[in-house]
């Protein structure tokens, strides 16, 4: 039946080709509705496609926009016309885009914002308090319905303080609108200052001052936000976190871990804490106990490493060794977030100070314990263990550098400092003002007259305009009961491995 209409359709044809003409018609009219069919469909498909992109995938559609924001680079021209900070950066967020609002809670060591201001929970923090923090401190930060002016008190080593306002003045610039007024005091030394039992064991209780510091202890007061290098450290050639970042994780790519040298390596200055002298001796060369501990250990100088370009000092051609060791200096040092974002796993030699990410991380699961007390044979035990448990040592380094690479990503260092500061001025009992002599910031002020690598530096880490998506979900507070089991869990985990060492020592004959 069906091939028989063909055929008659065909003989239909044949019989007509007076016809052929208008078929030609026909057939160009039907591709032409065919194509503008095929066109609208694909635009309603695409339009649908990018509705539920936006909808279901959150920050994929960035991806098929072009870039909806304005720029705001640096103005030095105006700047040096003028000298006074431009007016046109938003001051809230107008391009806030409420379909992105799927942000993920922030990273557990966020919590530890409550315990570093719990000491402040029940009385709040009154002007003399504050100003109880001045003898001590570098300076000032005012910030003022989103404006940030600082008043300064003494010079800090280096550019230890012009980077760390440069950080809260991009801040500022990522979250327009969000940080509240707040008065602070920074003070920019390694070491903690104000002491717990100074405060709390004293009746009537004067007040414990608030201090803003890179690191703290277990027994100090000290309120912890992220230490300058996050912005870079010009001195030592150390560039802004951002990229630093992606220069590890290419560096991770270049020897496979498996390929890596089997030792534990460490660079650095020895001369600052008797814990490094005491390290430099399990060196390699150091022939005296006629034992290879496993350790690969070089002098850093930093004078010769200017002058030859920084060729000896490059973090991402660092993860050639199977294993790092992380030690401290004359408090916290630096180099932490460096050698944790290597696949090799950290020798961490048992430290006394913290910065705000390292109450996150576990020993055994983030870092392997290293005694300070007996520092080579615990580096010797600890390299043969790795070379006998490669898959676990592995992952141990796999997990400090998702800890780094991920929890500490740029994005979570400013909502950290967003959080701090938020629950800081909650605990205002003043209403902050700008002191006679503080001066406004802005990145003009701080970047035009800069040069080297400190303008460098700066350019490369400018906030260029506020963000759409919101900050992640600050988490509650952890409970006593919770702080005590973290800590129990951490030093338990210490113990196993000490009491591995000594097992491992005692059937040893040296
Ligand atoms: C601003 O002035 C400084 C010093 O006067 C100069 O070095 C710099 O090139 C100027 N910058 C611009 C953008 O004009
Ligand atoms: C440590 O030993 C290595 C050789 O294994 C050597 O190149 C290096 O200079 C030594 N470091 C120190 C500080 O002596
Ligand atoms: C200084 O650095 C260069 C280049 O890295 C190196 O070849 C040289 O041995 C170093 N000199 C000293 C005294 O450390
Ligand atoms: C590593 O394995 C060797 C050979 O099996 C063994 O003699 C040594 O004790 C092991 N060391 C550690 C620390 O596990
Ligand atoms: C501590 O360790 C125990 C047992 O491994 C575990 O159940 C508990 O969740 C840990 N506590 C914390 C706060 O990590």
């Known amino acids: 039946m069906k091939d028989l209409y063909k055929d008659k359709g065909k003989s239909i044809n044949r019989l007509r080709p007076s016809f052929g003409h208008r078929n030609t018609v026909i057939a160009i009219c039907s591709w032409l509705v065919l194509v503008a069919v095929f066109v609208s469909v694909s635009t309603i498909l695409i339009i649908a496609c990018w509705l539920n992109l936006h909808i279901f995938l959150g920050q994929s559609v960035l991806k098929f926009q072009p870039k909806k924001f304005q720029d705001f680079p640096l103005e030095c021209f105006a700047w040096n016309q003028t000298r006074s900070c431009p007016k046109n ?12 609002d799927m942000n993920p809670t922030c990273p557990d060591y966020f919590r530890w914002i409550h315990e ?12 003399d308090m504050v100003e109880r923090a001045k003898h001590t401190a570098h300076f000032r930060l005012i910030i003022l319905e989103g404006k940030a002016y600082v008043e300064t008190f003494r ?59 890179y690191c703290s202890d277990p027994w100090s007061l000290d309120i912890l936000v992220p230490d ?43 001369s600052v804490a008797p814990v490094r002298a005491d390290l430099i001796k399990c060196n390699a060369t150091n022939t005296r106990h006629n034992v290879d501990w496993g350790a690969r250990l070089f ?23 199977r294993y790092k060791i992380y030690v401290e200096g004359w408090a916290w040092s630096v180099s932490e977030k460096y050698i944790l974002a290597c696949d090799s796993p950290t020798l961490y030699i048992t430290p006394r100070y913290h910065t705000f990410f390292a109450r996150g991380m576990n020993p055994l699961e983030h870092f392997w314990p290293i005694r300070h007390t007996d520092i080579c044979k615990s580096l010797k035990f600890a390299v043969e263990w790795g070379n006998n448990h490669t898959s676990k040592a592995q992952e141990i380094g796999k997990a400090s550098s998702r800890f780094v690479q ?42 035009c007259n800069a040069n080297g690598n400190q303008r460098k530096f700066m350019e490369d880490s ?36 000490e009491m591995w060492e000594d097992e491992y020592w005692k059937n040893q004959n040296l």
Not at 411 to 426: R, S
Not at 488 to 496: E, F, L, S, V
């Open 116 to 127: 570093d201001l719990q000491h402040w929970k029940a009385t709040g923090i009154t002007r």
């Open 155 to 213: 010079k800090s080593i280096q550019t230890r303080d012009l980077f760390t306002l440069w950080g809260f003045q991009q801040l500022l610039r990522l979250y327009p609108g969000r940080i509240p007024d707040l008065e602070l005091m920074f003070d920019c030394d390694d070491r903690p200052v104000f002491n717990i039992k100074q405060y709390f064991n004293k009746r009537p209780n004067p007040g414990p001052p608030p201090l803003f510091k």
């Open 299 to 321: 002098v850093q100088d930093w004078v010769n490493e200017s002058v030859h370009g920084y060729k000896n000092s490059n973090i991402e051609d660092q993860c050639t060794y």
């Open 228 to 270: 300058w290098s996050f912005w870079g450290w010009a001195e030592t050639n150390q560039k802004p976190w951002e990229l630093t970042l992606k220069d590890i994780k290419e560096g991770n790519k270049k020897v496979k871990w498996k390929d890596r040298v089997p030792f534990a390596y460490w660079r650095g200055n020895p």
């Open 89 to 100: 950066y938003p001051i809230s967020h107008i391009n806030l885009d409420r379909s992105l």
């Open 462 to 497: 400018l906030v260029h305009y506020p963000t759409n998506t919101i900050p992640c979900t600050m988490p509650p507070p952890y409970g006593p009961s919770t702080i005590k089991s973290i800590i129990d869990n951490k030093t338990n985990a210490i113990k196993q491995v």
């Open 406 to 447: 991920e929890d500490m990503k740029m994005d979570y260092v400013y909502d950290y400092m967003l959080h701090l500061l938020t629950e800081y001025a909650k605990l205002l009992k003043f209403k902050p003002t700008v002191p006679p002599n503080a001066i406004e910031l802005c990145s003009e002020s701080m970047a």
